[in-house]
């Protein structure tokens, strides 16, 4: 295959990435923040590569979670999700996130419409049955646990104590999917990122699947939710009825072409989850959708936890960390960066608000934002804002050249690998070694002398060049800033050559003084 065709093939693949859907029971904490920041760089860093990206979100409405708290608050369910679900589609908004779909589950008829066809593809399958059954349930997980499973009594993740329920439910042959899961996990037709969580998803499955609960009483789900087909004393499982959110908001049920194009013929099929949730994602849905003869997921990548004082966040537990409040004073900007950029992709660390400040003012306000203001600022003192022709050039030039390729390789393999704090890390290199330029080069003292006007042109030609491809590799992390740098330095951002060509057209380019797009925040007077 020729270069060319390679490239005509990549440009053709098509990727489906989500989020999970959180239940909107209360507002949503930073660990929902954590997660559709993290989805929606993995999309556009697709999408820099070469990609046509569906993004999906959306919202978890038919738990008895949301119905619990709106008997608690004296509210019908239909009232709770209605007024709690605007603000997780503002916190979408406010975190620049670019949605294709923001699917809610209790009134999307693609949705409903999805959920009953994958039940009846199943129950026709013969992989649904109804008994009898007791177990201990966690509201606040939606799901049984075993006496084992629990710590000292409680549930793992929310400390409380279970129900004990006794009902006739109906339940999906979980255990006749067990071979074949196993194989698709060992075989990397599944893949579960991080090679710790395929190792917990490949044990348990290897340790032996048993018949899952699908359904739950109308009467204790008090009415709320997706009617199994064939049976109104039954509502779906909510977990069962949300797994196929992803599936339903393409419309394979009316054979759409999204469905089509970004689920069965996609290269990607990708769902990011907190680690609470891996056993749902990585073994319920892959054997649904293998019962109902649909493709499955390609990449289950599971994230840590946002921790309080080593606390995990819960609306149950009420330990939560407004990103609302969190983006009103210190800006989108640097709750964006601070997330992804100090948190691992893969396991838990603790939130405090003086690590954002100092990180949001040693990267962006001092290093990001600083450069930019020289770049700017120089070229229109020194050359009425035109980057000037370069002249001859020596082993800082080289050297910025060599760090920005390496910057550049060093990203997209990690975002390759989901790890987008390694991918900033090694783009923040570029930042450093671009600012270290500036101090060697010292454009302020080739100013005063006029037989440096040569080196003042060559050092503001590569200035410009270099800040303009930071601006580019920004653009999956912070989309809005990135654009902000790649228009100042008199670019669009979809029109940004790569590094192999970093400095075409840069010549004769008008430059703007840059805005103040990184304010330093003050850390707050101690009490």
Known sequence: MSGTQGVRKIMAEAAFISTTIPYVNAQPHLGHAFEYSQADTYARHMASQGMDVYFLSGSDENSLKNVLAAEKEGITARELVDRNVVFFERMAADLQTKLSRFIRTSVDADHIDGAIEIWRRMEARGDIYAKDYEGLYCVGCEQFYTPAELVDGKCPEHFTVPDLV??????FRLSSYQDKLLAALESGELKVVPESRLNEVASFVRSGLEDISISRSTGRARGWGISVPGDENQVMYVWIDALTNYTNALGWTRDGEEYKKYWVDAAKRVHVVGKGVTRFHAV????MLMSAGLPMPTEVVVHGYI???GQKLSKTTGNVI????LIERFGSHAVRYFLLAEFSPFIDGDFSEERLIARYNADLANGLGNLLSRATSMTVRYRDGVVP?????????????EQLAASEQASVAAMAGYDHREA???IWDLVRRTNAYVDERAPWHLAKDPAQAAALDTTLHYLAGAVRQLGRLLLPFLPQAAETIVRTLGAEPDKVPGAQNWLEGLAGVQVTKSPALFPRIEAPAAE
């Open 424 to 426: 900033l890390a090694r």
């Open 322 to 325: 407004d990103p609302a409040d």
């Open 307 to 309: 921790t309080a004082s």
């Open 389 to 401: 022709e370069p002249a001859e050039i020596g082993d800082p030039e080289r050297s910025l050249a």
């Open 166 to 171: 006794s009902e006739r439910n109906y339940f």
């Open 284 to 287: 319920y849905w892959p054997a």
